[in-house]
């Protein structure tokens, strides 16, 4: 079976989409999704766009996509990649095709001379915890990610 992983285009936004439906299912927070398949668009291949996706396909179908991001370490004093979301469908799990596709922006990264690769994971989440530990990554228990969204962000903002 061929595996291949290719940057996603505008057509793929409805997969995109759906994918990311089916990741926040199985992450108990389907109700936070409200992205649109306009919005996917926009966001991900209109002009000026900083993000970046790719579809995985097995036989020419495709099985996963992943959305990320260049960051920025002032420590290092060079770029990092973040990876925002890595989906593979259930039934294709177990194949290599996650290890595959990071794999993929790992390469990305040292081309381009990055410090970092990262990404996060829900602490219940124990088969992806597994599966990152065995490519060598570690867990970064020291920092605490917090959030401003939505109403809070909004009246932040405005002071």
Same mark, same amino acid.
């Given at each position: 079976?061929? *595996? /291949?992983?290719?940057?996603?285009?505008?057509?793929?936004?409805?997969?995109?989409?759906?994918?990311?439906?089916?990741?926040?299912?199985?992450?108990?927070?389907?109700?936070?999704?409200?992205?649109?398949?306009?919005?996917?668009?926009?966001?991900? +291949?209109?002009?000026?766009?900083?993000?970046?996706? *790719?579809?995985?396909?097995? &036989? #020419?179908?495709?099985? #996963? +996509?992943?959305?990320?991001?260049?960051?920025? /370490?002032?420590?290092?004093?060079?770029?990092?990649?973040?990876?925002?979301?890595?989906?593979?469908?259930?039934?294709?799990?177990?194949?290599?095709?996650?290890?595959?596709?990071?794999?993929?922006?790992?390469?990305?990264?040292?081309?381009?001379?990055?410090?970092?690769?990262?990404?996060?994971?829900? &602490?219940?989440?124990?088969?992806?915890?597994?599966?990152?530990? /065995? *490519?060598?990554?570690?867990?970064?228990?020291?920092?605490?990610?917090?959030?401003?969204?939505?109403?809070?962000?909004?009246? +932040?903002?405005?002071?």
């Amino acid at each position: 079976m061929s *595996l /291949s992983i290719r940057p996603a285009v505008r057509n793929d936004a409805a997969q995109i989409l759906a994918y990311i439906t089916e990741l926040a299912e199985y992450e108990r927070a389907r109700h936070e999704v409200v992205a649109t398949v306009a919005d996917i668009e926009k966001t991900l +291949f209109d002009e000026g766009s900083n993000v970046h996706s *790719l579809i995985c396909e097995r &036989d #020419g179908q495709a099985i #996963g +996509f992943a959305v990320y991001f260049f960051s920025y /370490s002032t420590w290092q004093g060079r770029n990092g990649i973040y990876l925002e979301d890595l989906y593979i469908t259930p039934q294709q799990r177990g194949g290599g095709a996650g290890r595959e596709v990071l794999r993929h922006i790992a390469r990305e990264a040292v081309a381009r001379g990055c410090g970092r690769f990262e990404w996060s994971v829900l &602490d219940w989440n124990t088969p992806a915890l597994e599966f990152y530990q /065995s *490519l060598g990554a570690e867990p970064q228990a020291e920092w605490v990610r917090y959030r401003l969204a939505g109403e809070k962000l909004l009246a +932040f903002a405005q002071g």
